[in-house]
C-alpha cells in the first residue's frame, strides 16, 4: 500500500519537524490540502506554505486542490513543487481540458470525487487519468467519520480501469485507520491518504509502517 499522510493535521507551528519527521518515515507522497473557503467551508493553507513544505520533502507532493476555479493556479502549484496535481470534478466544467493542462505542465493529473458523485462520470476520461481520489468524507475538514459506502466505490472505480486498460491509481481520503485502511486495501485501494490517524497518534513513524503493510 502506498501511504499519503495528511499534513493539514501537522502542529503548524512545527511545520519543518514533521516534515523531517515523514522524510524519516515509511510514507510514500506528502498529501497537501488546499482549501479555499468557497468551495469547502474552510481555509487551509496556500502557495507560500506549500513552497516552504516543499523546500524540506524528500519524497513528492501529491496536492489536493478543494479550491473553485483551479485552472487558475495550475502553473503556481507546479512551481510550487506539486508532483501530483487533484482537482474536484465538481469544480470542473471543463474537465477534459485541466487534465490536459495538468499534464501539459508535467504533472499527474487526478480527479477527486465527493460522496455523493457518482464514479460512473469519469467513464470518458479514466483513460487519460493518473489518479482518482474517492473522498470518504465530505472534504473540508480532517478528523471526520468514514462514510463505509467509499468501499463500493472503490471497486467500482477499479472495475472502470480495469475495462479501459486505464494505469490510473486509486486514492482514498478522509476518516483512513487501520480498520478502515484494511477495508479498502481490499477494495482495491492503490493510496491511502491519512491526516489525524498519523498525526495525532502517540508514534506517527510506526503508525505509517502498519498502515503501509495493508
Ligand atoms: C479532507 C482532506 C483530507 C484530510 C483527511 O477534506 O481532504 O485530506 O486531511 O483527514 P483525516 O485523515 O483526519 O480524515
Ligand atoms: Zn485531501
Redesign the pocket.
Given at each position: 500500500m502506498l501511504i499519503s499522510p495528511?499534513l493539514?493535521?501537522c502542529d503548524f507551528a512545527n511545520v519543518q519537524r514533521d516534515v523531517e519527521m515523514l522524510n524519516q518515515s515509511k510514507a510514500d507522497f506528502f498529501?497537501i490540502?488546499i482549501?479555499d473557503g468557497v468551495f469547502?467551508p474552510n481555509i487551509s493553507y496556500g502557495l507560500p506554505v506549500l513552497k516552504a513544505m516543499t523546500k524540506h520533502a524528500t519524497k513528492p507532493m501529491d496536492v489536493?486542490l478543494?479550491i473553485q476555479n483551479p485552472d487558475a493556479y495550475l502553473s503556481s502549484f507546479k512551481d510550487a513543487g506539486a508532483h501530483f496535481l487533484t482537482v474536484h470534478y465538481e469544480a470542473c466544467v471543463h474537465l477534459h481540458r485541466t487534465i490536459q493542462a495538468i499534464q501539459h505542465l508535467e504533472m499527474k493529473a487526478g480527479v477527486a470525487l465527493n460522496p455523493h458523485t457518482p464514479v460512473s462520470l469519469l467513464e470518458e476520461v479514466i483513460d487519460q487519468l493518473d489518479l482518482v481520489l474517492i473522498?470518504s468524507?465530505?472534504?473540508?475538514?480532517?478528523?471526520?467519520k468514514f462514510i463505509d459506502s467509499s468501499c463500493k466505490k472503490v471497486e467500482k472505480v477499479k472495475e472502470l480501469i480495469v475495462k479501459n486498460n486505464s494505469k490510473c491509481l486509486i486514492e482514498v481520503?478522509?476518516?483512513?485507520n487501520l480498520e478502515t485502511g484494511a477495508a479498502l486495501s481490499n477494495a482495491g485501494a492503490d493510496i491511502l491518504?491519512?491526516?489525524?490517524?498519523?498525526f495525532k497518534s502517540s508514534n506517527p513513524i510506526k503508525t505509517i509502517s502498519e498502515l503501509k503493510e495493508l
Open positions: 495528511s493539514l493535521s498529501h490540502d482549501m469547502v489536493h478543494m473522498m468524507v465530505n472534504p473540508g475538514f480532517g478528523g471526520q481520503d478522509g476518516g483512513v491518504v491519512a491526516g489525524s490517524f498519523v
